[in-house]
């Protein structure tokens, strides 16, 4: 039922609104028309493993390295999130030149972002409080791991941060 | 096994954390992404019927998985891979950081200004709640974050994940630099 659906809205975007948030998410929109096991979800349990270990071990969870980028006094965070921005880049350029599909066949489905004011406003915003908590979402995650126990108040918190940003949504300027 | 230890180096981290996109998309058709998690832990707790978290989160339960694999990968590097010698910081920031009382660098996180007590100081509620609930709510707002502008939106071109991702720059520079000190000194 939801394919009838999701075709639907893709015809008319401007109606539905929640559409265009989702959009800006990237999230509901990948989804898969084959119906999977729920444990097929284990691959990207493996896949976050490897995630959590890097940045662990390339100090990206570091407030220290937080704190170096925001300064300049170092070149490590801005060699690590450029490498990987140019080895993604190159990676999606050759999804796209051949065509390359899913392990299950499927096209891959590459949705543009569109611009609201909320990419400003709301990247500023994350922008304190990453140079706060030193931590971006997937660092949070990572830092109770190695056993910052505390930061998992932080990480509450940024939930209560969400759920104030959708709470106040369509009063916010976008 | 000293090798793996030993913190990687940009020129290894950045290419495999790169590879995160094109694996994600071919395994599963899965735009690398992770504030959205927070959304969906919304969603399946509190959803208080509000109509941005009323979704069928179950359908995106994969990057709860991502996220539980984040933690469980940060336990296994700090048990397995730790490296006990001190974590390598700038002079400048060293001194400056002196100045303020943080000297212990033994961790990844200033333990003096991230442990259990400081939340009942003024500077720790601010550090750990404050930040906290800031990455939250910009992250949303701004539509995604490091993860799913900065890297998965730039490598797809997209002019807003360029604008969101220097907004984050400005923000943290204006934080770090102008906002921080006097916070610290607190």
Known sequence: MTATKDMASHFKPLEDTDFEVRSLDSVCLNESH???PWWYNFKYLITG???GIILVKSEVISWFRIQEMFRFQSF?????????VIVGMLSIFIIKKFNIKTIYGEPIDLSAKKFNKGNIYGGLIFGFGWALTGACPGPLFAQIGTGALVVSVSLLSAIAGTWMY????????H | MEILTKPWPWYVAGPIIGLMVPLLLIIGNKAFGISSSLRHICAACIPANISFFTYDWKKEAWNLFLVGGILIGGIISAYYLGSTEPVVVNE??????????????SSLMPVELFNFNSLLTLRGFILIVVGGFFVGFGTRYAGGCTSGHAIMGISN????????????????????????PYILSL
Do not use: W
């Open chain 2, 157 to 180: 071109l997209q002019v807003p994940s360029i604008i969101a991702t220097c907004s984050f720059m400005i923000g943290g520079i204006v934080m770090a630099n102008f906002i921080l």
């Open chain 2, 92 to 105: 400048n920031l060293r001194a400056e950081l002196q100045t303020y009382g943080v000297t212990d660098i």
């Open chain 1, 76 to 84: 490590h965070m801005y060699g690590v999130i450029g490498s990987a």
């Open chain 1, 49 to 51: 493993i490897a995630f």
């Open chain 1, 34 to 36: 084959l119906v999977h």
């Open chain 1, 166 to 173: 959708g709470y106040l949504r369509d009063k916010l300027p």
